[in-house]
């Protein structure tokens, strides 16, 4: 096994043992903020949407996934209702929360957001994160809403998955669809999906292509 499997396992046997503490599931209420890319203070998740209560210099930690299936498509979401972002597409994406690690909590979206069936398949998604999560460019961007402007670091990753069932989280995930890979990155470039454009995409969008040929190649050869 090597050194990024066992630290993505590491992770989340942590993420299990916190959510079985007894004292810990408020720390579940906060999402991690960040100052110039060291964390910050921790702020209540419902003061984010009702007072805003980030100042001009925290940024809120987020990951976000580029998930490929074994033609090289990419998994798209449009946002449910209940959520902000309601109707926007998006990746398998969300906020870090507070005592988490950003591949801590892209397991903890991935499972949550697309796979809760029953326990089987939450524990077959999960192990697969852990074995085939791959970190790529982490992007400061700034998100803005309905007048309000937030700052992120954004964690990004790229999985192949070989699952073919998915029970999507209907107040997350209003519906998904697999379109072309360059169709994906196009999307991100005409600035209709919930993150605006940015020229680094340009480098994630390489390692991307990159790592579906690298898997392609090494399944033909096993």
Sequence with gaps: MNDFKKTLRSENKQVKRNRKIKDKPQMWQFYKTYKKGKSGNKIYKSRISTKNELSQNDYLGGVSCFILDEK???????????????????????????????????????????????????????????????????????????????????????????????????????????????????????????FPYDKRYEKIFIQVKEHYQEKNKNEKQI
């Design 72 to 194: 090289g498509n990419i998994l798209i979401e449009r946002r449910g209702n209940t959520k902000i972002t309601a109707g926007e597409i998006d990746l398998c994406s969300g906020h870090i929360d507070n005592n988490e690690t950003p591949t801590q909590a892209m397991i903890r979206e991935y499972v949550e957001e697309l796979h809760k069936g029953n326990q089987k398949e939450q524990e077959q998604a999960r192990n697969e994160a852990i074995n085939n999560l791959k970190k790529l460019e982490e992007l400061d961007l700034i998100f803005k809403n309905k007048g309000n402007e937030r700052k992120f670091f954004i964690q990004f990753y790229v999985m192949k998955t070989s699952l073919k069932s998915f029970s999507i989280q209907k107040d997350e995930v209003d519906e998904i669809e697999w379109i072309p890979m360059e169709k994906a990155f196009n999307l991100i470039r005409q600035n209709k999906t919930k």
